[in-house]
């Protein structure tokens, strides 16, 4: 993929010490011609280790100690930013049901103080890094990413085109901090892992797959749109059985604000989408959704009562890609 719409560009990514920020920000450094990287967060350990890992010869690379819940700090890092791309957040599902009103600080007004900040500092583009669990919320993680991604939608009724925002949704990453095959990786050796329900589903993409469909939104989004790409689904325990066969997998029972299957696009959403070869374009239901829809015309209809979840998912990994997949993980 050529990279030439990121030549002479400033870019910042939040939460930048995270494991979508550093395989991005390498990305950049090594691919394309970004004249700036920044990468914002609240961790300076994180930012030291990182500083000390990726090689930047040409000294592109900035670091800026700060937290998407303080606004006037948001706005001294977007001086001179042309492109944002938003990934801070609290995740763990289970933590985040026990103290809400920080993932309310940091998920729901950190994400409007991106959108303020943005467009006092002449943001040109904002693109919200979201995730399957804000369709059909079931848990406070969930809920709290559906409404960042309301607010950056309507963010674009602020700047009339000036500062554009968009958002991509996708679901578990292979490889990531805290992911289910590093939690397998640490507990296989004790011979028995637990799982919470035996038919519990859900979508897999790798960081490289998701630092692409970032790269290729930030290159097509006009404002308003949410791109989803065409990813598979696999079992968990499917997924527990090929990486750690010799275990016993004892079932737990369902976490709080856990769901069996995970959903990208419900059926009141595909009524506004397209189709194209490798993902999804979600568009909006404002008045602007309307340009927009002459911008994808070349896009396919999807059914009204479409409905792309984990488990009625057409793609699924087999034992032989799951192991490809991590192979290709622990390599990179």
């Not at 519990?200 to 006009?222: H, P």
């Amino acid at each position: 993929m050529s990279y030439e719409f990121l030549n002479g560009k400033c870019i910042l990514v939040t939460g930048g010490t995270g494991s979508f920020g550093q395989k991005f920000v390498r990305i950049l450094l090594t691919e394309t011609k970004a004249s700036r990287i920044i990468v914002f967060s609240r961790d300076e350990l994180k930012q030291s280790q990182m500083q000390s890992t990726i090689a930047d010869p040409e000294g592109r690379l900035r670091f800026f100690i700060g937290d998407v819940r303080d606004l006037d700090r948001l706005k001294r890092a977007f001086y001179g930013v042309e492109i944002v791309v938003h990934a801070a957040a609290l995740k763990q599902v289970p933590l985040l049901e026990y103290n809400p009103f920080e993932a309310v600080k940091t998920n729901i007004l950190g994400t409007q103080n991106i959108i303020e900040a943005a467009i006092d500092r002449d943001v040109k583009k904002v693109l919200l890094i979201s995730t399957d669990k804000a369709a059909n919320p079931a848990n406070l993680y969930g809920a709290t990413k559906l409404c960042a991604e309301r607010l950056i939608i309507s963010g674009n009724f602020y700047c009339a085109n000036k500062t554009r925002f968009s958002a991509v949704r996708y679901g578990n990453v292979f490889g990531s901090r805290g992911s289910l095959i590093q939690i397998i990786e640490k507990y296989r050796s004790t011979g028995r892992l637990n799982l919470t329900h035996a038919d519990m589903t859900r979508f897999w993409i790798t960081l490289d797959q998701g630092v692409s469909l970032v790269l290729m939104a930030i290159e097509k989004m006009d404002g308003g749109e949410i791109f989803v790409p065409k990813i598979p689904s696999m079992k968990i325990k499917e997924l527990i059985t090929v990486l750690a066969p010799e275990c016993n997998i004892d079932i737990v029972g369902v976490r709080p604000g856990e769901k069996l299957h995970e959903v990208l696009i419900t059926p009141e959403e595909a009524s506004h989408s397209k189709e194209y070869d490798t993902y999804y374009v979600i568009l909006p239901e404002h008045s602007f959704g309307e340009t927009l829809k002459r911008r994808y015309a070349d896009g396919k209809d999807l059914d009204r009562n479409f409905f792309y979840s984990s488990s009625s998912n057409t793609q699924w990994l087999s034992s032989d890609n799951l192991l490809e997949l991590i192979e290709n993980v622990h390599k990179n």
